[in-house]
């Protein structure tokens, strides 16, 4: 088993840019989620999927659209990048009424916005 | 709002020298509290999940404690490759969305 696999691990954007931060997890699990951390300020949600069909904004969604591609992926979009985008996201997935509802996180992606 | 808050924001130890790490949470009906542990660069790693008080789990070096109010993670006899940023999350009963602390960043020194 991989867990959560993130692509890419590093990534330059010019303000205005776009890009897709993949995710996938081959856990089985029904829920996953997308973070951002930046220094002094902890893991933040962006956005998470309940469940496949199902997306619901987190507590930092502005500049941000996700999609749920199926049980095992769930991307992240940056429409038109911005500086303050510069982050480390992290994906996470969890099996939702399963015996632990743990997290289990990806690898992350380095993201500087210039 | 459910709130979770650790301490001591930093702590350097001497290799060998015990001690603990704390959770403190503010959730409605706790359905779990987990630790990870996160090295620089990489995602969080997962160690322990407790689901009520008075609970206890060990790994190697590493016991957490489980309370009404707040965990502990306990260190002992820590190594240099306990260094590390620890992690604490708190699940409300009813909820998909945990609630994180920022975190404890430990520094083991030979």
Redesign the interface.
């Known amino acids: 088993n991989a867990g959560?696999t993130q692509t890419p691990k590093f990534q330059v954007l010019k303000t205005g840019q776009s890009m897709t931060l993949q995710c996938a997890q081959d856990m089985n699990h029904n829920?996953m989620?997308w973070y951002r951390q930046d220094p002094?300020?902890?893991?933040r949600?962006i956005y998470?999927s309940?469940s496949e069909g199902t997306t619901d904004k987190?507590e930092v969604p502005n500049g941000y659209n996700v999609s749920r591609l199926n049980k095992r992926e769930f991307s992240l979009r940056l429409e038109s990048a911005a500086p303050s985008q510069t982050s480390v996201y992290?994906c996470a997935s969890t099996l939702?009424g399963g015996r632990?509802?743990?997290?289990?996180?990806?690898?992350?992606t380095?993201l500087t916005v210039l | 709002e459910d709130q979770v808050t650790q301490s001591p924001e930093a702590l350097r130890l001497q290799e060998g020298e015990s001690s603990s790490l704390n959770c403190s949470y503010t959730v409605s009906g706790l359905r779990g509290l987990f630790w990870y542990r996160q090295d620089p660069g990489k995602g969080p790693e997962f160690l322990f999940t407790l689901y009520s008080a008075g609970e206890e789990k060990e790994k190697e070096r590493l016991k957490a404690t489980l309370t009404k109010k707040e965990s502990f993670l306990h260190i002992t006899a820590p190594k240099p490759e306990d260094s590390a940023t620890y992690l604490c999350a708190a699940l409300a009963g009813g909820s998909y969305i945990p609630t994180f602390g920022r975190g404890t960043s430990l520094i083991v020194h030979p």
């Open positions: 959560v829920s989620y002094g300020m902890g893991l949600l998470y309940a987190g992290f939702v632990t509802d743990t997290q289990y996180f990806g690898p992350g380095r």
